[in-house]
Structures are given as structure tokens and as C-alpha cells.
């Protein structure tokens, strides 16, 4: 893999002149018609071995193209703060939007690294980490952002000139790291790290390019010449998904919303006294050093038109500080999220440690409205339900806790609602046009329902069934799934 | 001021019983006006005497409305991470969308207070704060944010009685922090200190409302009519700035354009000296301690079209590396921009401590074409001047290096680039009909620019005009001008 980058080629400096001013030319026209086009994103993600002008080359890229629609992220270790996100949220925040280029450096591929360069690297969690990269890149390239991975590469001898190189001279010493100096002896354990990370990462839609490094000339125009490629290919697609542990068969499954018990109703005064119970049980919880130190919460509320969410939702926000949580009214996706990968907004409200999100509606959308009202292909929301699972293990590997409900009424019940709604002084605001034709659909939202409750109920963040036709017994049963989640999530610590 | 607070009047349960039922009602109605409307967003800052109750307050209306429109913000003491960026970075980036409620506790009123209950306070920075505070409810109402401020407020009697109170009780002693309970002890320091505060920052724009806090009735029902008033005002104005020194007289000024000479050019060979002497002296600079530890950088190019901007940037770029900037070309605001006062979006583009933002045009398209196409009164693009006079005070105050260049040439020049480009292979997307159309209103554009180049030519963020007909002249100005400007800067530090 690596016998050409190592055989250190080069080119001629008159060879070089020649081809670079023809590569530029091609490099800026290619890009404004991927900017004009706006069909995808590109994300180049940036790896190699020390010493090998991976910075100085992409200093290049910046000054070659037009560098306004370019940006370039330098990914560090995580600092405190970025610990109270999830790993993966300042990937996700960060990615650019169709149209433009995103350039990262340590990306995913750091640790990774990282953890293979290990004395005794954990076998288990290099393979899980292999996965989850493999993952990324294909959600990514699935929902708009094409993906390159370009890897700078010399031999051990051009390595070490190199740094003696950069070292000698004082204005360029600063770029070898204290702990850069050491590679050259650890030249072989890094070759072999390298050699298995791209093995298992490589891939025809999110491919690894090797881009000899010693020689300026080669390194340059090489790598030009990938990005051009990348952003000349006429369309990138990821193979369909055939692990049925991650993407389920569509046959028609058992519905778990017929099977539900819709005349569970509570008396007014049991209710009282049970809300009461579960609110100031929430109001410990969500207050208590176990959750704060350790964990965030996200809420998510689907269900029918008038199925009682805000009405549940008001049940847990009375029990907790008004700091503490937000609220987030989820509706069709606006022009600046739907030039990002469908998941992007929502990790932009992953809340932070010890903060409570509560969705309105959710991310299911893509699963249940925009497959009912045919805005995406099949395959799109076919390919969601294995997205959607990701997103929230990832989410749970956190210690973030998901808890999903589905209020469900029958027909009647939503039909002697709306009719409420319609007479009432200030809820004729909650009733649109849009709630009767959504309603005419009930048979295909309930299909969809049916198969996202299936194909969506993993044991990190399993679906929380509510039989709501009684509005007092479906807030009492979503007030204690929720505190039993939370204890759960705060024993599962121990 | 506090007099009929501090009698700690209370309300009987039964008339409270009778009362908030209405008020519930015609707070949601009210809410849902708001909303529709979408004229202005609602920002409620909270202040008060610990102990007044003040988070159950603001718990209860996310209860009584629709907590889905409430964004309830807890800013605490600022962080290593907060600062990193300017002070006021954080609250300008969680201001409410039009239509939206925010509720804010440890708004900038907190430091204030601080400030004023030292022993000896600093009477110029407090004056300066409470002139910033004005200038920023100003700003805010001025641009589609209304502000009411709420003050919590009772006798020391029951404020000791209260504190007592959640003590005794084990699940709301945590409400009492240990340095609150010296607070009785100060009592009359900190009613001075709020009067005087108070007293400095009401205006009938942004008022500051008492609400008697001792009796929870009284509390309830003050709060809720106090955010009830606020939603239903049908208009909110601004008295429009009188104050010479922050808003200028439009009377026509000398033309600094016309001052300029635009034969200046350089010779070939003395581009390329200059160009590495400059670019080096950049390039070390930026990464200087002095630099990186104490500054961030924004630049500004504004010019008319085919101006030279982006080749201007690009020798910029050519010194730093890709991982230290980041290129922000700015066109026509986004809806959900528009639902924010106009700076916002410029606030949260500003760079973190060490970082580079360069504007390919700014927030000066307030000043240039909004107002030369009419898409606003005015009154407000008069207004601007002074808005974006504040703007960039405040982050010269933190640190931020704010370099602005106006780019100057000829209409016969640009007519000369206009034809090239027409006849460049890739050139010619950077040519559109709006340059056209911006051509042929020259004269206006350049009444705007002169009047702009004339009143934010300020101490702390000054205009460099650049005589830029000669690309190769223009480059090395700017270079030159930009690397002085940040070595002032780290002069001034020492």
C-alpha cells in the first residue's frame, strides 16, 4: 500500500511549472461548479505521518481555489468543555453545507490512531471504533456530504530528513511538536498502525488516497489532483445497506399499536395524588448529583395531531427549574438545515451535561411525515431507521439518556378533540387545515408509525408506548417511565 | 422607589384563585398574538433580592404559557471557555428569535451589581457600565428586541423570614447558596445599590418593573401582568439618539475618496520584495505569543465590485495557516437572520482568542447597499452608524483586532475588469448582472461610502482606504497597514 508513497518519487521543478498553472485552472473551475450546483458537500479529511507537509499543503488548496467557501478545522484533544457534549457533536456542528469544501484535521481518525499506536491497544474497542468510522462516512455520503480521506506518506529516510530539515531552520522549527522528534524511531509501529486503519477504512465512497510527501512537487499536484477528481465525479452514492443488525427487512411487521389498551383511564383524584408523587420524584432526580455529573436528558414526544404532547410536556417542565430545559418545536426543516445532513439540527440541540431537551416532535419526522407525504425516496427513510439508531447510541455511549414516547389516541378520540379545539377561546390556534388532511392519511401514518416503533426500539433508547385517550393516565404513565428511566440510567452508573 | 415592595403587600387566596385563571388565559392568548405577528421577540431579564422567589417565578410562567416559545437562560460567571471569546459574545448569540420569550437571570446586570456593592467601587467603570447596559437595551429595541426588566424585590423583615424559610426545609435549602446567607446582614447596601442602578437604567423603552416578592400571590399575579403589559404593547419605539457623539450629523462632509490619488502603483519586482517581506512579517506576527494569547483578528473589505478583494484576502491567507482562519463571504441576510437584530449574525462569527476572521464584505452592508437599494428607512441606517460604532468598541475592548479596508478604484477601472473578466474562461462567474446594475449606481454607492468612511472612522477600529487601481500597490498596502495595526496592538499591550 504504502511501496510507491516510500519510494519518495519526485518531479521536476520545469515538470511541475508546467502542470500546475493547467491544475489550478481546472481546480477553481471545478469548484465553482460544485458551488453552483450545490448538490453535495466535500469533506476532506486530513491524516499522515509527521513531517510530511500536511499543513503546508493544505495552506496550498486555500490559496489555489477560492478560499471563501473553503473551511478549515483543527480538531485538538477534547478540552473540558467539549466534554460535556457527546464525542461526536463538534464533528456534526462543524460540517460545511452543500456547496462548500470542509477541511478537517484530526478528525475521528486521531484517536483511532491513537488507540492502534498503543503498547496494548483493546482490540474490542479498536474494532468498535473502526465501525463507528465506517458508519460516519456512510451516513455522511448517504445524506449529502462526499467524503475523501487523503494520507501523507514518505519514507523513514525522507521522514527524518525532513525533520532535520524544518528543525534547522528557525522559522519552520516551531512545526515539529516535542513529541514529533520521537517518530523517526517509532517509524515501523506507525507504518503498521497506519496500514491497518486505512485497510479497514477504505472504501469506494469515502476512499483513502496515499499522497507521496517527500518531494514538494508530487505532494502538491498529487494532492490537487485528488480534490479535483473529487469534486469533478458526477454523483457518490454508499452502497445499500445489507447488515440486517443495523437496517431492518420492511415485511410487515406485528403492530404494537393495536395491541395497546386504549380505555386505561385514571380517576381526577388518583391523578392527584400520583402527580404529585412522580413530579416531586422528577424534581429529585433531575436535581441530584447522579444525573448532573453524569448525564443530560432528551425527551422525545411523537405522537397523532392532539394526542396530549404539549399537555405532557407541561406535566415534567413543572417539576424542573426553567433553566434546567428547553423546548424545542420541531417543524419542517429550513434552507440552511436542509444544505446539511438530515441529523445535523438535531445534534446542534444535544443538550450539555445536566441539561434537559425536551423535542416536539422529533427527528422521527423523517421517518413518519416526510415518508407518508413522499417528500424523500424509500430508500431514503428506509435508511433513516439505521441513522436514527446510530445517532442515539451514540447519544446513550454519552450519557446522554433518550427517552422516546408515542402518545397514541384511536380516530374518535383525535375526531372529539379537534371538534374541542375548533370552539375553544385560544386552542383554535393549535388546529390547522393541515391537522384534517393529516388526519384523511391515518391509516398510512399509522403504518409508518407502527414500523418506526419497530425498527427503532433498541434497548439503549427504547420506545415508550402511551395509551393517551385518557389525558390523565397517559401523564402519569409518561411522568413514571421517565423517572424509571433516570434511575435506571443513574444505577446503570454503578 | 421600593416603598410599596418593601410594605410587602399580600393578596388572599381566594381573590388570587379568582385572578389567575384570567390572567393564564390572556397570557396565552397574548402569546399566541405575539407570536403570530412575529414583529419583535420578548427578552425579560430577571434581577432581585436572593430569596424573592425569583426561579419559582419564571418556573411558573413556562407553566402558565407556552414553554415551547420560552427560552430560559441561566448565564453564570464566565468561564475559561466563555473567555475566549467577548464578554458579550454569549448573550448576543442567545437572543430569541421575533415571536420567541427569553428569559434571562445573570444578565449583564450581574457585574453591575457586583461592581456597585464593593467596598469601594471604580465610579468610571461603573458609569461605563451602565452606559453600555443603555447602549445595548437601545440596540436591541431599536432592532426588533423588546426588553423588559424585572426586579424582585421586599422588606429585610421578610426577606430574613424567607430565608429562614427554605433552610428549615430540607428539599429547598439548596436554594440558598452559602453567600447568600450574609445577605440580610447587607440589606441596605444592596437596596442602595439596586436603587442607583435601577435608577440609571429605566427607560420607558426598556423598563424596569418592581414586583413585590414577599407574598407569593402578589409575586405571581405582578409578574404575570408585568409579561402580559409587555406582550400586548402595540409598538415599542426607540427615542431616537440625540448624543453627537454616538450618532452622527448627516450634513455632507468632505469625500475622502476624492482625496485619494489613485496613480499610486509598484513595479513588478518590488511587488515581489514586498510581498515576501510583508508576508513574512505577517506570518510570524499571527503566531506570536503576543498575538495568539491576548487577540483575535477580524478584517474587513468592503470596495466596490471588482475592487480586488479577494486578491487582497489571498495574500493575507498565502501568510497564515488554513487551520488559524476562516473566510466569511457575506451576502444578503437569511430568514432566520432577519428574525434577529441585525448584528446578530455578525456576533456569532466573531473569532475565538488567537483566531482569524476575514469579512469579504460585512456588517457595513447595513450602511452601503440596504441603504442605497432602500431596503431599509433611514432612520435606521442612520442608526447604524452608531450600532456598529458600539459593535466594534466592544470587541476592541476584548481584545478583538478590528483592521477595515475600503478598497478604492476608478469607474474607468472597473469598467476594464468588468470586460476581462467577460472574456476570462473562469473569471466570468464572478461577473453578474447585479455588477451591472451596481455600476450604474455608482454615485449613490459612493455618497454611502464616503458618509460611512466618515463617521465609524473611529479611535479603536479606523478605516484604511487603499488606492487600489494598481492591484500590486493595493496588496502591499494592505499587508503593510494590517501587520502595523496588529503590532500597535501588541504594543499597546505592554
Chains 1, 2 share one sequence.
Do not use: C
Not at 240 to 246: F, I, R, Y
Request: glycine share 4%; no cysteine.
Amino acid at each position: 500500500m504504502f511501496e510507491l508513497a516510500e519510494s519518495d518519487p519526485s518531479l521536476s521543478d520545469s515538470e511541475a511549472k508546467r502542470l500546475i498553472p493547467q491544475l489550478r485552472t481546472r481546480l477553481l473551475r471545478a469548484q465553482y461548479k460544485f458551488l453552483e450546483r450545490k448538490e453535495r458537500a466535500l469533506l476532506i479529511l486530513i491524516g499522515g505521518i509527521d513531517g510530511a507537509g500536511k499543513g503546508d499543503t493544505i495552506n496550498l488548496l486555500n490559496d489555489w481555489m477560492d478560499a471563501r467557501h473553503i473551511h478549515t478545522m483543527a480538531f485538538t484533544r477534547p478540552t473540558e468543555q467539549d466534554r460535556v457534549y457527546p464525542r461526536q457533536y463538534r464533528f456534526w456542528r462543524a460540517l460545511p453545507a452543500k456547496g462548500d469544501i470542509g477541511i478537517v484535521f484530526g478528525s475521528g481518525y486521531a484517536p483511532l490512531m491513537e488507540e492502534a499506536l498503543k503498547k496494548r491497544p483493546n482490540p474490542d474497542l479498536f474494532e468498535d471504533m473502526i465501525l463507528a468510522a465506517r458508519r460516519y462516512e456512510a451516513d455522511l455520503v448517504a445524506n449529502g456530504v462526499q467524503v475523501i480521506k487523503l494520507w501523507f506518506h514518505l519514507s523513514k529516510k525522507a521522514q527524518q530528513a525532513r525533520m532535520q530539515e524544518l528543525l534547522q531552520n528557525p522559522s519552520t522549527a516551531w512545526k515539529v511538536a516535542p513529541e514529533d522528534r520521537d517518530v523517526p524511531k517509532r517509524f515501523k509501529h506507525l507504518r503498521q498502525a497506519a496500514q491497518r486503519i486505512i485497510e479497514s477504512t477504505d472504501s469506494a465512497h469515502a476512499p483513502w488516497i496515499i499522497i507521496p510527501a517527500a518531494d514538494e512537487n508530487v505532494r502538491m499536484v498529487r494532492t490537487g489532483q485528488a480534490v479535483l477528481e473529487a469534486l469533478q465525479r458526477r454523483t457518490v452514492r454508499v452502497p445499500p445497506l445489507h447488515d440486517p443488525a443495523v437496517l431492518p427487512t420492511l415485511k410487515r411487521q406485528r403492530n404494537p399499536l393495536t395491541e395497546l389498551d386504549y380505555s386505561a383511564q385514571l380517576s381526577k383524584d388518583d391523578y392527584q395524588t400520583a402527580l404529585l408523587h412522580w413530579q416531586n420524584r422528577l424534581a429529585r432526580l433531575v436535581r441530584s448529583k447522579g444525573f448532573v455529573q453524569k448525564h443530560a436528558l432528551m425527551i422525545v414526544f411523537e405522537g397523532s395531531d392532539a394526542a396530549g404532547k404539549g399537555g405532557a410536556i407541561r406535566r415534567i417542565t413543572q417539576a424542573i427549574d426553567a433553566r434546567q430545559y428547553d423546548i424545542m418545536p420541531v417543524a419542517a426543516p429550513k434552507p440552511f438545515e436542509l444544505d446539511r445532513p438530515y441529523l445535523w439540527r438535531f445534534w446542534r440541540r444535544v443538550p450539555r451535561l445536566g441539561q434537559i431537551s425536551i423535542f416536539d416532535r422529533s427527528w422521527y419526522g423523517r421517518v413518519l411525515v416526510e415518508r407518508v407525504e413522499k417528500l424523500i425516496p424509500r430508500s431514503v427513510w428506509h435508511r433513516a431507521y439505521a441513522e436514527i439508531n446510530g445517532f442515539e447510541h451514540q447519544l446513550a455511549h454519552s450519557g446522554v439518556i433518550v427517552v422516546k414516547f408515542w402518545l397514541a389516541i384511536t380516530p374518535a378520540e383525535q375526531l372529539k378533540r379537534f371538534k374541542e379545539r375548533e370552539s375553544h377561546p385560544y386552542k383554535q390556534y393549535k388546529l390547522t387545515p393541515e391537522d384534517w388532511r393529516n388526519r384523511r392519511k391515518w391509516k398510512a401514518y399509522e403504518t409508518a408509525a407502527a414500523d418506526m416503533l419497530v425498527h427503532t426500539d433498541t434497548s439503549h433508547a427504547g420506545w415508550h408506548l402511551i395509551s393517551a385517550n385518557d389525558k390523565r393516565h397517559a401523564r402519569i404513565e409518561v411522568l413514571k417511565q421517565l423517572v424509571k428511566r433516570i434511575e435506571q440510567a443513574i444505577d446503570d452508573d454503578d
